[in-house]
């Protein structure tokens, strides 16, 4: 069994269109429908880091180091 991921198209006659990649044996296969309405054809899966809102939290101390030690302790919590 594989996992394949990929994008569908539907038709006005309500009948679903798929490529595979060519490494797939011709002939028939299971396969498993999963319709997630939610997704945004332009999203193409990844999520949009470039309009992120910016968050001013002031200056930063200039002593801080940000070690993991420095910030959770000895007991490593």
Do not use: C
């Amino acid at each position: 069994m594989r996992w394949l991921v990929t994008t569908a198209v539907v038709t006005p006659e309500h009948t679903v269109t798929l490529k595979v990649p060519p490494d797939l044996a011709p002939g028939p296969h299971q396969v498993v429908l999963v319709i997630d309405e939610d997704v945004h054809p332009s999203a193409k899966g990844q999520p949009d880091f470039q309009n992120w809102p910016a968050h001013n939290v002031g200056p930063v101390d200039p002593n801080m180091t940000f070690r993991r030690e420095d910030i959770y302790g000895d007991d490593g919590r």
